[in-house]
C-alpha cells in the first residue's frame, strides 16, 4: 500500500527567505502523480502544485517549485520569497491513475511565515 | 462559479442524533468523495464515488453512510454519531481519466459530537 509521509510537523521562516518541505512516499507503482495542497486559516485546501511522475522535469507554479525525485521517492516543496499570506498547512498527497483514483495525504506540515 | 458546496459549515450535535452533511457540485465531475481531517492523522478517505449508484470505503467508513443518487450529490450520513467523529469533514470532487485528476474541495464542515 502507498503511503505518504511528511516528517516536519511544523516550520517557520522569515519574509521573503526560501523554505523547503520535505515529502517522502513509498510506492511500487511507475505512473503516479504527487501533489501539493495548501490549507490556510480559512481551511480551505488549495493545490498548489503538481507533478506528473513520467515528467523528469520539476514542476514550478511562480514561487512554489518542486524537487521530484523518483528514485528517491522524494518530492520537496520549495518556496520562494516566502510571503506572510504562505502561513498555512500543506499537505503532500500521492495519486495512482486508474482504478479507485484513491488519494493518499501525508500528515502536514505547518508553516509559519514571520514578518 | 466551479465550486463544491458543502453543508453545514459548523455543527454541534448530541450523540446518537442522526446528521447529514451535504455536498454538491457544479463541475459535472464523475468522482466525488469525502474525507475526515484530525490534527496529526493529515486526510483520510471515508468513502469514494466514481460515479452514479457507485460507492465504496475508504479508509475509515466505520459509523458513516453515503449515496450517489445524482451526480452532483454525494451527501454523508452519520447515522448515530459519536465522539469519535468529531472532526473537520471535506467533500471534493474530480473527473476521471488519465489526466493528472485534480480535487476540488469544499469549505469544509466542523462537527462536534457531544
Known amino acids: 500500500a502507498q503511503t505518504v509521509t511528511q516528517s516536519q510537523p511544523e516550520m517557520s521562516v522569515q519574509e521573503a527567505e526560501t523554505v523547503t518541505l520535505s515529502c517522502t512516499y513509498d510506492?511500487?507503482?511507475?505512473?503516479?502523480?504527487l501533489f501539493w495542497y495548501k490549507q490556510p486559516p480559512s481551511r480551505q485546501m488549495i493545490l498548489v502544485i503538481r507533478?506528473?511522475?513520467?515528467?523528469?522535469q520539476n514542476a514550478t507554479e511562480n514561487r512554489f517549485s518542486v524537487n521530484f525525485q523518483k528514485a528517491a521517492k522524494s518530492f520537496s516543496l520549495k518556496i520562494s520569497d516566502s510571503q506572510l499570506g504562505d502561513t498555512a498547512m500543506y499537505f503532500c498527497?500521492?495519486?495512482?491513475?486508474?482504478?479507485?483514483?484513491?488519494?493518499?495525504f501525508g500528515t502536514g506540515t505547518r508553516l509559519k511565515v514571520l514578518a | 462559479e466551479a465550486q463544491v458546496t458543502q453543508n453545514p459549515r459548523y455543527l454541534i450535535t448530541v450523540t446518537g442524533k442522526k446528521l447529514t452533511v451535504t455536498c454538491s457540485q457544479n463541475?459535472?465531475?464523475?468522482?466525488m468523495s469525502w474525507y475526515r481531517q484530525d490534527p496529526g492523522l493529515g486526510l483520510r478517505q471515508i468513502y469514494y464515488?466514481?460515479?452514479?449508484?457507485?460507492?465504496d470505503k475508504g479508509d475509515v467508513p466505520e459509523g458513516y453512510k453515503v449515496s450517489r443518487k445524482e451526480k452532483r450529490n454525494f451527501p454523508l450520513i452519520l447515522e448515530s454519531p459519536s465522539p469519535n467523529q468529531t472532526s473537520l469533514y471535506f467533500c471534493?470532487?474530480?473527473?476521471?481519466?488519465?489526466?493528472?485528476?485534480?480535487?476540488?474541495f469544499g469549505a469544509g464542515s466542523r462537527l462536534t459530537v457531544l
Open positions: 471534493a470532487s474530480s473527473f476521471r481519466g488519465s489526466g493528472a485528476n485534480v480535487l476540488t
Open positions: 510506492t511500487s507503482e511507475n505512473n503516479y502523480y
Open positions: 507533478q506528473e511522475a513520467y515528467k523528469q
Open positions: 498527497a500521492f495519486m495512482k491513475p486508474g482504478g479507485t483514483y484513491k488519494y493518499i
Open positions: 463541475m459535472n465531475h464523475e468522482y
Open positions: 464515488s466514481m460515479n452514479v449508484e457507485v460507492t
